[in-house]
């Protein structure tokens, strides 16, 4: 037997369609905000890496696939989207192309050689978007806003967001100043990665995860501190659009996010619903300034924010198990006897063709074995046809949660069953108390 590389796993059963459901719902609602889908390849030139994400933040440094190929160019998997989109858009000139900005969403994997834990892998989903090259405080809390929105229509409650600025330049400058002159009198204590950093990236001392070091950057100076008159109203500005809204955040001083091209408006969510698992933040975005440029095109700013799948559907299921959201089929058709086999294969199908999930077994067995079976495969009714079903031109209908019978005439199969299953999602979404936001 083979096994599955480390940190790596397979997505089948309840998981594969919450994955689905959460990949489906991001791409419509951020259609809906006016985002188009862009898929850039999974490989690229680890130099764009370097430049875009920072030679010096931990991701490029300790947690990329890197590789040479048989041509000895060195190429990387992507371990975050931004760089590889920042760079289509630079390389096919999409913001001449119409309009600005440019909004694309995407989703697909990621790649981070990081220690697995609960909700870190090493490969991972993520789905997010990218807004290109008109600059507003509106477009910052637009994209905050779809994230949540997001979130939100998975049925979460609680959406804790979590923002804060990074600052234009001049603030960054000085806040750098004030973290080389706090760092310098402690970084003898301090790892062997932050003493580098110390010299090559002060804000990346803020990504450390060393216990040890953490209670060191506990009294850093905050960026809050340093801000710039402009990118404080900035921040203030971002909250008050995100309040008509309806969206309330924190604001929280040690949120840097570990990605070097972010500048400006930096934020987080969190699922904090009450019984919800520990699995980290669900996603996080940000604002920035000079990526772009910096990829080799025109002086654009962006905006954007990715999603970890993962750690949402694991939260899905830890909260919403049970609540009916099995991905067994509406109706299990079950022939007791070889004729209806036969009598019923092609209007299976044709009930398929309507829009109806259905399955059945390619096989005679008796009513016993064949219910088991439907319950175990988690349909919601089980069609049996046998001897006097057969002779009457009928299907005997079973509402397999209430244990309900009812017959149905053959030439009446599609509507009946059609009109059964509506009424059974009915009261289902009623359960569900209006998880379902649309
Ligand atoms: P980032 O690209 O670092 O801003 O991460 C965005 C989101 O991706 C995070 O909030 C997580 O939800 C998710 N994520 C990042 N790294 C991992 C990982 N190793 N495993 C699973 N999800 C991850």
């Keep these: 037997m083979v096994n599955q590389v480390k940190g790596t796993h397979d997505i089948y059963g309840l998981e594969a369609s919450e994955y689905g459901n959460i990949e489906l719902r991001a791409k419509l609602l951020a259609s809906l905000y006016g985002y188009r889908e862009i898929k850039t390849p999974v490989l690229e030139h680890t130099a764009l890496f370097k430049r875009a994400v920072g030679s010096s933040t931990d991701i490029v440094r300790k947690e990329m696939y890197t590789f040479e190929d048989k041509a000895g160019r060195s190429l990387s998997l992507r371990p975050e989207f931004t760089a590889g989109i920042v760079r289509s858009v630079v390389n096919n000139k999409l913001y001449a192309a119409g309009e600005l900005p440019v909004k694309l969403f995407y989703a697909g994997p990621c790649f981070r050689?990081?220690?697995p834990q609960a909700g870190r892998?090493?490969?991972?989903g993520q789905f997010g978007v990218e807004a290109i090259g008109a600059p507003s405080v509106y477009l910052d809390a637009e994209a905050i806003s779809l994230g949540y929105r997001i979130i939100e229509s998975l049925g979460f409650k609680k959406i804790v967001l979590r923002l804060n600025s990074l600052g234009d330049e001049a603030s960054r400058r000085d806040y750098e100043k004030a973290l080389v002159a706090y760092f310098s009198a402690h970084?003898?204590?301090m790892c062997s990665d932050c003493q580098l950093r110390l010299k090559s990236n002060p804000l990346?001392?803020?990504d450390c995860k060393d216990p040890d070091d953490r209670k060191i950057i506990q009294g850093a100076p905050k960026i809050m501190d340093y801000l710039s008159k402009e990118s404080a109203v900035y921040l203030k500005q971002v909250e008050l659009a995100l309040k008509d809204l309806g969206i309330t955040c924190e604001t929280d001083g040690d949120l840097v996010r570990g990605l070097d091209y972010y500048s400006g408006v930096v934020w987080e969510y969190v699922v904090a619903d009450e019984g919800?698992?520990?699995v980290g933040a669900v996603g996080g975005g940000g604002h920035y300034d000079r990526l772009v440029e910096e990829l080799g095109g025109p002086a654009l700013e962006g905006v954007g924010f990715s999603l970890g799948i993962e750690r949402?559907?694991?939260l899905s299921s830890a909260l919403f198990a049970g609540d009916g959201l099995e991905n067994g089929p509406d109706f299990y058709f079950i022939p007791l006897l070889q004729e209806a086999l036969e009598r019923y294969f092609p209007?299976?199908?044709?009930?398929r063709l309507a829009g109806l999930v259905v399955d059945m077994p390619f096989k005679v067995r008796s009513p016993g074995t064949a219910l088991k079976a439907a319950s175990k495969a988690k349909a919601k009714f089980a069609v049996?046809?046998?001897p006097d079903e057969l002779a009457r031109g009928e299907a005997s209908v079973k509402n397999l949660r209430t244990g309900e019978q009812v017959s149905v005439p053959e030439d009446e199969l599609l509507s009946s069953l059609a009109k059964m299953l509506e009424k059974y999602l009915d009261e289902l979404c009623r359960k569900m108390d209006g998880k379902d936001a649309f």
Excluded at 347 to 351: A, P, T
């Design 347 to 351: 209007i299976v199908e044709k009930l």
């Design 276 to 278: 919800a698992p520990d």
């Design 113 to 115: 050689y990081e220690r």
């Design 187 to 189: 970084v003898d204590r």
């Design 204 to 206: 990346r001392i803020l």
């Design 121 to 124: 892998y090493r490969q991972f």
């Design 312 to 314: 949402l559907a694991s």
């Design 384 to 386: 049996l046809v046998g």
